[in-house]
């Protein structure tokens, strides 16, 4: 470590960054635990926190510097969609990929009494037909998510609209913190849920539940979380704000290498982080996850390294706030581009890395005739992602 980056480390207050206890929160963990962030002289704290909600909050208010996040918060609370509106920003994307839908024993085995075949149960058409046939008299199927503004929230109701069923008033959605959605689905509060591993593969290995589909295999490859901050603290600090990048960049290929795994979940089993066993988190990294009693695998392709993986995206914030549109979440907006470009800060990933400039990366700005219409779009079905993900674009 040079003389300079020994004096940041000493004179400069330590960097609080949230994460919560998922699989994809391995990046800020492996950079902490393996002195990456050290190696760019950032002296980082670690937090972990119980929700989505409080890093929201905690980073608005600077009570955190940034955190791990979902990758739509940084537009949701840019624009102040389900809280008071603070200017937040990513220019790095952590991981892709790694939802699941999951549903308990009970619910599964209503299913099995109405479906004609497993892909009936997979693709929300046995559920469709089981919905139709209960007595109005019973409470609504209850479904857990991890946060009202999450792919997430927007998976499952895309997984639910393709089967015909109207996620507003056909089922109930609740909100769940993630670490008790496994609980929760044991003890019959809920009936199912759309969460990030390991909670799904856990409960295909603890017996409990049945995983259904992957988001993969509803959106094909799109980013799931990333690295958010606080805009005036990016501004103010962007020495710090671009050394936190280059040490995650480090962590995300330490991750990503099949070498390392059996060290990477030892190191995340540890009480301070997962609270797991190896064992329980080894289906979490699989690219193929447990089939249970299904007859297919579970594409899931969770992806943490690659300038494909971590370069922020501005498409996808239009893709997110075609999808908070096309649920009743999103106020006006003048902009799109301008909340694309000023919340997705690829400036500053290639700043970080020492990256030039793409040529045309501006290809992703919607024209002025498609600002116009690109909601109502995507939220009637009009554009849709590309089934391959968003790395391949949108499909019209």
């Known amino acids: 470590m040079s003389h300079v980056e020994t004096n940041i480390i000493q004179n400069a207050a330590p960097v609080r960054i949230g994460f919560i206890p998922l699989i994809d929160c391995a990046p800020f963990v492996i950079a902490h635990e393996k002195g990456f962030f050290l190696d760019e002289g950032v002296n980082v704290e670690l937090s972990k926190e119980a929700s989505w909600a409080s890093i929201r909050d905690k980073v608005a208010f600077n009570l955190l510097d940034g955190a791990h996040m979902l990758a739509s918060m940084p537009i949701a609370a840019s624009l102040g969609v389900g809280s008071i509106k603070a200017a937040m920003q990513t220019s790095f994307t952590v991981s892709h990929n790694g939802n699941g839908i999951t549903i308990g024993n009970a619910l599964y085995e209503q299913l099995q009494s109405v479906a004609n075949s497993s892909i009936d149960i997979r693709t929300g058409v046995a559920l469709k037909r089981l919905i139709d046939s209960r007595s109005p008299e019973l409470a609504p199927l209850r479904f857990a998510i991890v946060y009202p503004y999450s792919s997430h929230n927007y998976q499952l109701r895309d997984w639910l ?134 007859d297919w695998p ?62 045309g990366n501006t290809d992703w700005h919607l024209s002025i005739e498609d600002e116009s219409t690109w909601l109502d779009s995507v939220a009637s079905g009009k554009i849709r992602l590309h089934p391959d993900g968003i790395l391949s674009g949108f499909d019209k």
Request: with cysteine.
């Open 298 to 359: 579970m594409k899931a392709y969770q992806r943490f390294s690659g300038p494909n993986i971590n370069k922020p995206l501005p498409s996808y914030a239009l893709w997110i706030m075609g999808q908070m549109h096309r649920w009743q979440q999103l106020g006006d907006i003048k902009s799109l581009n301008d909340v694309a470009e000023q919340v997705y800060r690829q400036d500053l990933y290639y700043q970080a890395l020492g990256l030039p400039q793409e040529k």
């Open 161 to 294: 609209s393709r089967a015909g069923i109207d996620s507003d008033k056909d089922v109930q959605i609740i909100v769940v913190p993630p670490v008790k959605m496994l609980d929760s689905l044991k003890l019959g509060g809920i009936d199912g849920y759309c969460v990030g591993e390991p909670w799904n593969s856990l409960a295909v290995e603890q017996g409990v539940g049945h995983m259904l589909v992957t988001g993969y295999e509803i959106w094909g490859s799109t980013p799931e979380k990333v690295f958010g901050v606080n805009s005036s603290w990016a501004e103010q600090n962007q020495a710090t704000y671009l050394a936190i990048i280059r040490a995650l960049e480090k962590a995300c290929l330490w991750v990503d290498e099949a070498n390392n795994q059996s060290e990477l979940l030892n190191i995340l089993s540890h009480p301070d982080y997962l609270n797991c066993t190896v064992e329980q988190l080894v289906y979490g990294f699989s690219a193929i996850k447990p089939k249970g009693q299904f």
